[in-house]
């Protein structure tokens, strides 16, 4: 089985036999400020936490709520042909942010599941619920820009939809990289 250390000085976790001298986080050289990582994790757990498989995926909504929110706006204010394009790139950016959303959500739900083995903690209830909001406002952003496209106030509900959104996906990224050093044992 593999062993693992971590750094005394930041805390990084590392399979020993990838240590090389010096911590790849902090930099901080010499074999005496490692030691043996010991809380145990079953190496399939381990192996898949270390997928990073939730916050690769999450990756793609908190960059699209972004561009769904700024790119109208900046098109707005600029002439043609920019403005066409800058439409373009955030309609693909609607198309699309519901469904990365929902990607975040399996993902999230999966990990969760990992590293807890429940998703009924009350920090993962928070996230779900923040979760759900996020889904459903990305889909009625979608409804908006169906039925009006950028045209005359859609733009601005577009706009608020989006920020409210953005908020979300602060918040879901906030909660959610308090847990990284946190899991429960076996
Ligand atoms: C059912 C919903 C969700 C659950 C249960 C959940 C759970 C988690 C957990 C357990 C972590 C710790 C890291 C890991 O084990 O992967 C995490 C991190 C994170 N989550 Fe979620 N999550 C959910 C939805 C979302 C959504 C929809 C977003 C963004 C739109 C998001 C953004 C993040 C971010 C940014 C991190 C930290 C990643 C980093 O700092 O690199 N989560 N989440
Ligand atoms: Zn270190």
């Not at 498989?53 to 002439?79: E, K, R």
């Amino acid at each position: 089985m593999e062993e693992y250390i971590y750094c005394k000085a930041c805390g990084y976790i590392m399979a020993k036999s990838h240590f090389t001298g010096r911590c790849p986080a902090c930099g901080i050289p010499g074999e005496a400020l490692f030691e043996a990582y010991t809380k145990q994790l079953s190496p399939g757990r381990r192996f898949l936490l270390d997928q990073h498989i939730h916050p690769i995926a999450v990756h793609f909504p908190q960059v699209l709520i972004l561009i769904t929110l700024l790119l109208p706006l900046i098109a707005l204010v600029i002439g043609n042909p920019l403005r066409e394009q800058l439409q373009i790139v955030a309609m693909l950016a609607i198309f699309v942010l519901p469904l990365t959303v929902l990607g975040g959500i399996c993902t999230g739900l999966f990990d969760g599941r990992l590293r807890f083995r429940r998703v009924t903690t009350p920090l993962l209830v928070r996230k779900i619920i923040a979760s759900v909001i996020l889904q459903l406002l990305s889909l009625i952003i979608l409804g908006v820009y169906l039925s009006s496209g950028f045209s005359g106030n859609a733009v601005w509900i577009i706009a608020a939809l989006s920020a409210v959104g953005t908020a979300c996906s602060i918040y879901l990224g906030r909660t959610g990289a308090t847990m990284f050093s946190s899991f429960l044992p076996g």
